[in-house]
């Protein structure tokens, strides 16, 4: 939901500046990511070195735009050539039956691959606020009755309880939608195996690597025949695999894809009492504060017949409880007489791993680590990287006539990180800049107010574009923000001195 952050610094001006610091490597996230390129790059060449079977390798000079976004060097066009499959179609893993894995299942489906998609808990109501920007719903064509509720209010409130509306841009037809995590799972799910996806109720262990560039995987897997819940053990054999099992993904264990920073999110469903409903309805509220998280932000979605209200952190991660309580406590009045019905956690990644790839298997959604900082937005990413992974196993094999290559899943990569590696560099500057103070986010909370962060806020987040903004208000957003800055600075010196003395 702060993915509604992401307006003030997705003008076209302070795009332009972030731009220029994604140049500079500025960041630990962008040190990160640029360290993993270099890691990316070599096992280009080394990938490259060692394929047989492919007849041919397109090699590339980078264009400037994919040298400030993407990797620097040689690129690997998919290559094209591959050893025909004869009469049998490319058969692909799809581990993991979230939105990444679920979308990930529809599009190889359609496409004449055949795909299997293991999904361990069939029912599985992942923890999780369930909002997704409205481009979601029709680029996924998602039917309108799986949106419990649509979001057209959203309330920001300072440390100090000072709170802004924002939402007064949005026209009638705009809102994001909340979704239950099982509902929407389920549904691409069975849309995909509508398309012919092998649905298997499973969980997945490890893998066997291939002996060689034809060679299969062998998976291993417990089945879970229908009405038993005691697993039997299973293998199957596929020729690529796609990781779409979570942040705690057993795939990217097995091809050593490294770790990454996460935060921990915590939250609780709390049926309030029907008029307390009612003022949820359409509206989320989003806490900020040292009392709430240290480093992000705490919330209070509409669910459909309950609220879910959580928190999360990456630098303090055992006072995650306290931060909960914390929440609750700002949130008393309008929740009160509630009683809690379900408590969860769940990991949520920091940054994308340092492999994301590796020979015939990709990584998507957080497996990979695909969730934007400072906002904790990861559903339409996950479906979104899912979909793309796809696309790109489909065009290499030719619709599933031909072997793929770790050069077809690197052509997934390159895209994404040209796509979206500016949202969610945007989104950890943001972070930075505002999450780091009570006074800096009473000045974030103050900005919230203007009506043209507003609407770049909310389009950058329902259509994840970048719609061209006016100058003359880029140049208001801009004193405006310095000004606000200014003052929070001055704020942070009174507030140190008054402790000191
Ligand atoms: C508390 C919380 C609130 C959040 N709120 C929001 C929000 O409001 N909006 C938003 O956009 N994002 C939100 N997120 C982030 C979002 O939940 C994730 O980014 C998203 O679920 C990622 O989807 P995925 O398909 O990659 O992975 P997941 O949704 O985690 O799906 C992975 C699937 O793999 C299955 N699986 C795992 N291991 C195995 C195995 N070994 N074998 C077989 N199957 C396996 C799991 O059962 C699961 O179904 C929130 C996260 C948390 C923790």
């Known amino acids: 939901m702060a993915s509604a952050l992401q307006g003030i610094l997705s003008t076209p001006s302070a795009r332009r500046v972030c731009e220029q610091s994604l140049e500079q490597g500025a960041g630990n996230a962008g040190n990160r990511l640029q360290s993993c390129q270099i890691s990316v790059r070599s096992s280009h060449l080394s990938s490259a070195a060692c394929l047989s079977g492919r007849s041919k390798l397109f090699l590339a000079a980078s264009t400037p735009s994919l040298t400030r976004n993407s990797r620097p060097g040689l690129r690997i066009l998919a290559a094209a050539g591959s050893k025909k499959l004869g009469n049998r179609k490319l058969r692909v893993a799809v581990i993991g039956g979230g939105p990444a894995g679920g979308c990930a299942a529809e599009t190889l489906a359609k496409n004449g691959i055949e795909t299997f998609l293991i999904e361990r808990k069939m029912d599985n109501a992942k923890p999780c606020g369930g909002a997704i920007p409205l481009c979601m719903v029709g680029e996924f064509d998602l039917p309108l009755d799986i949106i419990d509720r649509k979001v057209t209010k959203m309330k920001m409130i300072s440390p100090s309880n000072v709170a802004v509306d924002v939402g007064k841009t949005l026209n009638e037809n705009e809102y994001i939608g909340m979704v239950r995590r099982e509902v929407l799972d389920s549904y691409l799910r069975e849309r995909a195996a509508s398309f012919g996806a092998n649905l298997v109720n499973g969980l997945f262990l490890r893998m066997e690597m291939p002996s060689d560039a034809n060679a299969p995987y062998v998976l291993h897997y417990n089945l879970y025949k229908p009405g038993s819940s005691v697993g039997v053990p299973a293998t199957l054999e596929v020729d690529a695999v796609i990781g779409a099992d979570g942040a705690n993904s057993r795939v990217a264990k097995d091809i050593d894809a490294g770790d990454y920073d996460y935060a921990i999110a915590f939250q609780e469903r709390i049926k309030i009492p029907d008029d307390k409903m009612v003022y949820y309805e359409n509206l989320a509220e989003m806490y900020v504060g040292d009392d709430v998280s240290p480093d992000f932000y705490g919330w209070v979605f509409p669910k459909c017949d309950h609220v879910a209200v959580g928190t999360g952190t990456v630098i303090n991660k055992p006072a995650i409880k306290k931060y909960q309580v914390a929440t609750r406590h700002r949130a008393r009045d309008k929740i009160a007489g509630g009683k809690i019905i379900r408590v969860e956690a ?60 770790e050069a077809d899943l690197r052509s997934y990569l390159q895209k994404w990180d040209t796509k979206y590696w500016p949202t969610y560099k ?68 009174e507030a140190r001195k008054a402790v000191l003395t």
């Open 426 to 493: 945007v989104l950890d500057i943001l972070q930075k800049v505002f999450y780091r103070s009570n006074p800096a986010r009473e000045a974030f909370v103050e900005l919230c107010a203007d009506e043209y962060v507003q609407k770049m806020t909310f389009d950058s987040y329902l259509y994840k574009t970048v719609v061209p903004g006016n100058p003359l208000d880029d140049i208001k957003l801009a004193v405006n923000t310095i000004g606000s800055l200014i003052r929070a600075n001055a704020l942070r010196k």
């Open 346 to 405: 769940h990991p949520i990644p920091e940054h994308p791993r340092p492999r994301r790839v590796r020979d015939r298997v990709a990584l998507v959604g957080d497996a990979a680590g695909y969730v934007t900082k400072c906002s904790g937005e990861g559903i339409y990413f996950a479906a979104k990287s899912g979909r793309m992974c796809a696309e790109a196993i489909v065009e290499g094999s030719e619709k599933g006539v031909r072997m793929i290559n």
